[in-house]
């Protein structure tokens, strides 16, 4: 049974497609991909994003990483995607977290780029592909985000497509080892139609 519980099932899940990139659930067999977008990335996503750990990009990390991913889509808690380009190199990911049901129908968006993609509208491009799948085929009310003030890039991102501000969320989130501030947006499913 040992040998059972280690194996990692590669999901299946949506396929979000536009001229220039394909968005698709994270598989085991992106690992190497994967760590090594992140190491050459790392100073620039650090500053951004919760501490990494000490074995961060180690393949057993990502393991764990897939088995969340995949709990969390058959749950309909969360969706995360990666992005590839036209030419199947990995951009980024993207992920609607704490899917909520109910009276709130809601998710958070969070999403990162790679050093070498940065600044080309790839982010741009991939979130908003998003929003059929967010506001049609989910049914969600309400994509939130949230991102430093500082980081003129996200903000830049979240406004070209169409998020609201909304305010400021005093030490919101812990980023790189220190409590933050951060803005909120938000963009609703009415706004989407409009």
């Given at each position: 049974?040992?040998?059972?519980?280690?194996?990692?099932?590669?999901?299946?899940?949506?396929?979000?497609?536009?001229?220039?990139?394909?968005?698709?659930?994270?598989?085991?067999?992106?690992?190497?991909?994967?760590?090594?977008?992140?190491a050459m990335s790392r100073n620039h996503l650090t500053p951004?994003?919760?501490?990494?750990?000490?074995?961060?990009?180690?393949?057993?990390?990502?393991?764990?990483?897939?088995?969340?991913?995949?709990?969390?889509?058959?749950?309909?808690?969360?969706?995360?995607?990666?992005?590839?380009?036209?030419?199947?190199?990995?951009?980024?990911?993207?992920?609607?977290?704490?899917?909520?049901?109910?009276?709130?129908?809601?998710?958070?968006?969070?999403?990162?780029?790679?050093?070498?993609?940065?600044?080309?509208?790839?982010?741009?491009?991939?979130?908003?592909?998003?929003?059929?799948?967010?506001?049609?085929?989910?049914?969600?009310?309400?994509?939130?985000?949230?991102?430093?003030?500082?980081?003129?890039?996200?903000?830049?991102?979240?406004?070209?497509?169409?998020?609201?501000?909304?305010?400021?969320?005093?030490?919101?989130?812990?980023?790189?080892?220190?409590?933050?501030?951060?803005?909120?947006?938000?963009?609703?499913?009415?706004?989407?139609?409009?």
């Amino acid at each position: 049974m040992a040998f059972l519980k280690n194996q990692v099932l590669e999901p299946t899940g949506p396929v979000i497609r536009t001229e220039r990139l394909m968005l698709r659930i994270p598989l085991m067999s992106d690992y190497a991909q994967w760590a090594s977008l992140r190491a050459m990335s790392r100073n620039h996503l650090t500053p951004w994003e919760p501490q990494w750990t000490a074995d961060e990009l180690t393949r057993s990390a990502y393991r764990r990483r897939i088995r969340h991913y995949t709990r969390e889509l058959r749950d309909d808690l969360g969706y995360a995607f990666f992005i590839f380009d036209a030419d199947r190199a990995l951009v980024g990911g993207v992920t609607l977290a704490n899917v909520r049901r109910g009276v709130t129908q809601s998710a958070e968006l969070g999403y990162w780029t790679g050093i070498p993609y940065a600044s080309r509208g790839h982010m741009t491009a991939a979130v908003r592909s998003l929003f059929p799948y967010v506001f049609d085929s989910l049914r969600l009310h309400r994509l939130a985000a949230a991102c430093l003030p500082s980081n003129r890039p996200s903000i830049r991102v979240l406004e070209k497509c169409g998020f609201q501000y909304e305010g400021l969320a005093r030490q919101y989130l812990k980023i790189n080892g220190v409590w933050q501030d951060h803005l909120l947006f938000a963009r609703l499913d009415s706004d989407a139609k409009g």
